[in-house]
């Protein structure tokens, strides 16, 4: 038995848009498609470059990739593993953290060309390989380029770009190795910690924290999940994924992580981050924080995160509430 | 199920009947808006309970038997006493926002963690390799 204790998650199948299991709703010419099941069927090895950008400054490291036997491993200064539908991570210190179960299964995308178009660029050489260019086009403008391994359709370059043709991120494969088995397989550790979010029924939640179903740009709710005291809505536009995260509460901008940008939304203050796998914008609403993040280009991801309702208490009692401790603070000074 | 309302009270009163109570439960789980009403019922009800006793001025009973118009001052005084005390009950039970310190680096490895699910696990899974160096 590959742990000592089974995982046990509460999670239930969320109505109306259920995790199905991995499976994709996208077409059967979803290259994203094609990708996932030569990285689940091919066994490789070798080192890609990450390249992402922070404001105006390109950043990169490089890591070391390998798969097989379905599981995939990617090692620099910390371990992120897939197994299945499983993810897992290794940080030194604190050992190895499951951070998705798979018992939650994947969310179902939309179709990719719902909302965008996918042509094929030619042809092009990658690590010394051949590969498939595609491009996936919005509103006129080539938003990603994908370079696919010609004869088992292993991604080898993910390029990344904003709405004004920049680039935003990269994943190439420096040096690859295809078909052989790596010379040591990944393996699975045998008892992570268990930390992973949990499937939230969407009758469960109150009325106001069912929306947003939709958000702009054509982003569809996939599925909702909490952790601790965070909500988790995923979103998708068929090709990518975003997190609504909510917190219930206020937030003091002193309290916020670094480094971070601050930018204006919608006439309020709010803080953006990047890392090697997308950006991500933090501000609050009503009683709510919001953090919004994915691997959208920033332009698109303000947009979308202008796009979120806010639940501001209309409750009578609340504001009677809040009333009375005005007066009764005004009475105390004002502390 | 939609917000608990009455069902607060008498989940606090424990008057529910043990199915009732696991659904209250379940329900308070994912609901922020009752959970910040179960707040405001069990801060009023320890406001109340720390209420100290209040002993009448002396003469008190014997002036309220007393037939006089001071009866309507005495109502007006009541009326007001009781008025002061309501608000500063509502006071005490209005909310406590809690203060929310993101952890932003713990939630870009759940979103990396959802999103390589959906998408081509290999470009999705790694960067979650490279740690993110958000720090308070």
Known sequence: ?335 | MSHLDDLLSAYVDGELTPGEEQRVRAHLDTCPECRRELQFIGEGRSLVRGLPPVDPPFGFYERLLRPQRRWARAAVGALAAGAAASVALMAGAAPHEPRVRPNVAQLVDAHTASASTSGDPLSGITPAAVPVSFRR
């Not at chain 1, 995790?19 to 066994?43: F, N, S, V, Y």
């Not at chain 1, 042509?119 to 491009?135: N, P, S």
């Not at chain 1, 690859?176 to 939230?200: E, M, S, Y």
Request: charged share 20%; glycine share 12%.
């Open chain 1, 1 to 335: 038995m590959r742990r000592a204790v089974s995982f046990a998650v509460a999670a239930v199948v969320l109505l109306g848009g259920a995790p199905a299991g991995g499976a994709h709703a996208a077409g059967e010419h979803d290259p994203l498609d094609d990708a996932r099941k030569a990285a689940e069927q091919t066994p490789f090895s070798g080192s890609v470059t990450l390249q992402w950008r922070d404001a105006s400054v390109l950043h990169q490291d490089q890591l070391v990739v390998q798969g097989a036997h379905g599981t995939l491993l990617a090692e620099g200064r910390r371990s992120a593993m897939a197994v299945g539908d499983e993810r897992l991570l290794y940080s030194p210190g604190g050992g190895w953290q499951e951070l998705w179960p798979s018992g939650l299964g994947a969310a179902s995308r939309p179709d990719l060309d719902d909302a965008y178009v996918v042509r094929a660029a030619g042809t092009a050489t990658v690590a010394g390989y051949a590969t498939d260019v595609v491009e996936i086009v919005k509103a006129g403008a080539v938003r990603e380029r994908l370079d696919l391994e010609a004869n088992t359709k292993l991604l080898l370059q993910r390029r990344q770009y904003d709405s004004h043709g920049v680039l935003e991120r990269a994943f190439t494969f420096d040096r690859i190795k295809i078909g052989d088995q790596p010379t040591t397989a990944p393996t699975t550790p045998l008892a992570p910690k268990q930390a992973g979010p949990r499937a939230v029924a969407m009758r469960s939640l109150p009325g106001s924290e069912r929306e947003p179903a939709q958000l702009a740009a054509g982003y569809r709710r996939l599925g909702v999940y909490s952790q601790g005291d965070v909500v988790q809505m995923v979103y998708s536009d068929g090709l990518y994924d975003l997190s609504l995260f909510q917190q219930d509460g206020g937030l003091d901008p002193g309290d916020l992580p670094s480094p971070r940008q601050t930018v204006r939304m919608e006439g309020h203050a709010a803080w953006t981050y990047s890392w090697p796998g997308g950006e991500a914008i933090t501000w609050t609403a009503g009683h709510t924080v919001y953090t919004l993040m994915g691997d959208v280009p920033p332009d698109e991801l303000r947009t979308v995160a202008g796009s979120v309702t806010v639940h501001r208490s209309t409750s009578v009692a609340h504001r009677l509430r809040q009333a009375c401790r005005v007066l009764v603070e005004s009475f105390r000074g004002g502390r």
